[in-house]
Every structure is written in structure tokens, then in C-alpha cells.
């Protein structure tokens, strides 16, 4: 079996579990809570059935494909800011803090990706490459600030409900594929980037995956252990001796 | 050189969402741990530390600073990760159809959430002071908040006839 009918599979077998997700989307009304997370997924199948029925043509295919990937970009943004809401709107005290820090990292990704932008903009002499540049420095933008979420709730102790933190998960695993496989794909020889895209179409369908896991996963339950009054006492004896030595 | 910055960026990601699977799987059992906030209090007296500043000699002082500062720094730890926990628990009680109960948990989480935000303040300042023991920086007010907590969570506690564990007596 060739790398080209390989790829071919993934790619038809990622049109089949999107297919499936927007079904789950739809079964569980999550729709209603992750509107923009839906309409990431909605657009990435409606894209991959245009991108399916244009292959033949490869002017309509090119313009079809990233037009659809900058509509994805712009919605993967989207969600990102869904999920600072979904996981920072329970906590008030800490929301004000954290939108500014959002903001702040926000600009503090936009410089490095502009940055990335103009190292390479002498390189860029043909219309894909310059596409591939914008699609990079736009998950630098994606990934970083997924990095932050990750980051910032972790510092604030919080708990991320099971749907969002599979949105994050898996739209920080496939922004991370794709920022690598973007990078290198100006600097590889044809035979490489058709490895880039299997690789890519891979982690693309285990996003999926992830999505469709954490979405179908029943809600984990709070599990609080107490610790016993005699290992209370030990500590508080334990921390006065060593205070009053 | 851009090419290795973005791969090292994306390396950085994979091992960052890696990291927060493992934690979850850890955070699935939460474990409160009890605080002694009389010893706590003690340690973060500043008459105390001024007493030991002018009797002891200075390398001896700053090996006690330090020594307190490590313990001091455990204990905002576990009020730290009490906090987490309690803002975990109140997120179920606050989705609770008594209106009471909902609204007791909401005040719960904000004062864990405060409690959390001034903990990572105080680490900070610990770690600044621990760096250079002469420095004195005003302590952060976290006992009075932590009490406040553990009264609010006595409260939702009572509210909840049906919580078994006597939650509010184990932090």
C-alpha cells in the first residue's frame, strides 16, 4: 500500500469520525453550551466533504481548502476564548485577573507570531507559502495561549469540567501538530511532506478521538478524602516540635 | 532558528497537555490535608522573627529563617491545595436547587478563589525572602481568610444535611 493510499484512508477515516462528532454534538445538544466548539467542528466537516467533492479540480481545491482552514483558524480562536469562559466564569475573584492575563498573553503571542511572520516573509515567494506562514503564526497564537489556559488554571487550582478540558486537549494536540507540520513543511522535499501529512491527518483523527472520548465519558464524580483525626494530631504535634526546637 | 523556536514551542505543548492529563487523574481523588493555623500563625509572626533578628547572630538567623520559610512554605501549600479542593466540591453545590445552599457554596468558591490567588502572593514573597532572609515583606492575610473558609464550609456543610464528612473540621 502506497503513502498516498495511506493518507487517503486517514483522511476518509477522519471524515467518518467527524461525521460521528457532529452526530454526538447534535444527539447531546451540546451545541447549546459550545456553540463556537460546535461550529469548529461543523465547519472542519463541511470542509473536509468540500475538500472530498473539489479534489479533482486543483485551482478549486486550493482556494476551497484554505479558505475553510482560515474560517477554522478564526473559530479555533473562538473556541479557545470559549474555554477561558467555561472554565473561568464559576470563579468571579479570579475572572477579572485572569482576563487580564488573557490579554496580556494574547499580545505577548501576537509579537512572536508576527515575528515568525517577517523572519520568513523574505523566503515566501509563491501564494502557498505565504498561507503557510499566516496558518503558522496563527497557532503559535492557538497553542500559546492553550499552553497558558493549561498554565494559569493550574496555578489558580482550578477544575476543568471533563467536556471542556477534552475541547483543550484535543484542540491543543492537533494545533501542536499542526504548527510542526506547518514549519517544516516550507523546508521539506515532497516526499517528506507527504509523511507531514500523514502525520498530520494522524493526530487530526485522534483529536477526534479525544473529543468524541471526553463528550460520550460520563462526568467524574467528586471523590473528597478526609484525613483521620489521629493523623491530624500527629501532623499538629509534629509541626509544633519542630517549630518550638 | 524560527523553525526550532516553533518545533521547541510545540514540543513544550505536548508535554504541557501530557502533564495536565496525569494531574487530572491525580486531582480525581482529592485529599484534604489539615492546617495548624495556630503554628501557622506563629510561624508568620514578624514580632517573633524581629525577637530572633536582634538575640541571634546572623548566620544562624538566616538558617532559622530559612528553616521557618520552608515550613511556612508547606503550609501555604496545603491551604493552597485546600483551596483547589474546596472550589472543586463547591462547584456541585453550587448547581443545588436550595437557594441556600447554592449560595453559600458561590460565597465558599469566592473566598477559596481568594484564598488561592493570595497564596500564589505569598509564595512569591516567601521565595523572595527566602532568597534574601534580611528582606521582611508584609505577610500575606491569609489566616483570617482561611478561618472565614473553614466557617463557610462548616455553614454549607450544616446546610448539606446529607454530607456525611465532616468536611469543615478536616481543613
Known amino acids: 500500500m502506497s503513502l498516498r493510499a495511506v493518507i487517503y484512508d486517514v483522511w476518509i477515516l477522519g471524515i467518518g469520525l467527524q461525521t460521528v462528532l457532529a452526530l454526538v454534538l447534535l444527539g447531546k ?16 466537516l463541511f470542509g473536509a466533504a468540500l475538500s472530498y467533492a473539489v479534489f479533482q479540480n486543483k485551482i478549486v481545491y486550493f482556494y476551497a481548502f484554505w479558505i475553510c482552514e482560515a474560517v477554522g483558524i478564526i473559530l479555533g480562536l473562538g473556541v479557545v476564548r470559549e474555554i477561558f469562559t467555561n472554565v473561568f466564569s464559576p470563579h468571579p475573584a479570579l475572572r477579572r485577573l485572569a482576563k487580564i492575563i488573557f490579554r496580556v498573553a494574547v499580545v505577548g503571542l501576537v509579537v512572536p507570531a508576527v515575528g515568525a511572520i517577517y523572519a520568513q516573509s523574505g523566503n515566501a515567494k509563491s501564494i502557498p507559502y505565504a498561507v503557510l506562514l499566516a496558518a503558522q503564526a496563527a497557532r503559535i497564537v492557538e497553542v500559546g495561549l492553550i499552553m497558558f489556559l493549561f498554565l494559569c488554571s493550574s496555578a489558580f487550582g482550578l477544575h476543568w469540567r471533563q467536556n471542556v478540558f477534552g475541547m483543550a486537549l484535543g484542540l491543543g494536540m492537533i494545533g ?23 502525520v498530520h491527518g494522524i493526530s487530526f483523527s485522534t483529536s ?38 | 532558528m524560527i523553525t526550532v523556536i516553533v518545533i521547541a514551542l510545540a514540543l ?42 536582634e538575640k541571634l547572630p546572623r548566620s544562624k538567623f538566616t538558617r532559622l529563617k530559612r528553616q521557618r520559610i520552608r515550613v511556612t512554605v508547606r503550609y501555604v501549600a496545603r491551604i493552597a491545595s485546600n483551596a483547589s479542593a474546596v472550589l472543586h466540591i463547591g462547584e456541585t453545590a453550587r448547581l443545588s436547587s436550595t437557594p441556600e445552599v447554592a449560595s453559600t457554596a458561590a460565597q465558599v468558591m469566592e473566598l477559596a478563589a481568594q484564598i488561592r490567588l493570595q497564596c500564589l502572593v505569598a509564595m512569591g514573597k ?46
Open chain 2, 12 to 53: 513544550c505543548a505536548v508535554v504541557l497537555f501530557y502533564t495536565a492529563v496525569r494531574s487530572r487523574r491525580k486531582q480525581a481523588a482529592e485529599l484534604f490535608r489539615p492546617v495548624d493555623l495556630n503554628a501557622f500563625r506563629t510561624l508568620m509572626d514578624r514580632d517573633d522573627e524581629l525577637f530572633m533578628k
Open chain 1, 176 to 198: 501542536a501538530v499542526e504548527l510542526v507540520t506547518v514549519t517544516l513543511m516550507g523546508h521539506v522535499n515532497s516526499a517528506t511532506a507527504e509523511t507531514l501529512n500523514l
Open chain 1, 208 to 245: 477526534l478521538l479525544i473529543w468524541l472520548g471526553y463528550l460520550l465519558a460520563p462526568e467524574r464524580l467528586v471523590a473528597v478524602e478526609v484525613p483521620k483525626r489521629a493523623q491530624l494530631e500527629q501532623w499538629n504535634q509534629a509541626v509544633t516540635e519542630l517549630i518550638s526546637r
Open chain 1, 29 to 44: 445538544r451540546a451545541w447549546q453550551r459550545y456553540p463556537v466548539f460546535s461550529a469548529y467542528v461543523f465547519l472542519n
Open chain 2, 126 to 171: 516567601l521565595l523572595l525572602e527566602y532568597a534574601m532572609p534580611s528582606l521582611q515583606l508584609t505577610p500575606a492575610m491569609l489566616v483570617p481568610k482561611y478561618q472565614s473558609l473553614r466557617e463557610n464550609v462548616r455553614r454549607l456543610g450544616d446546610l448539606q444535611t446529607q454530607t456525611p464528612i465532616p468536611l469543615a473540621s478536616a481543613i
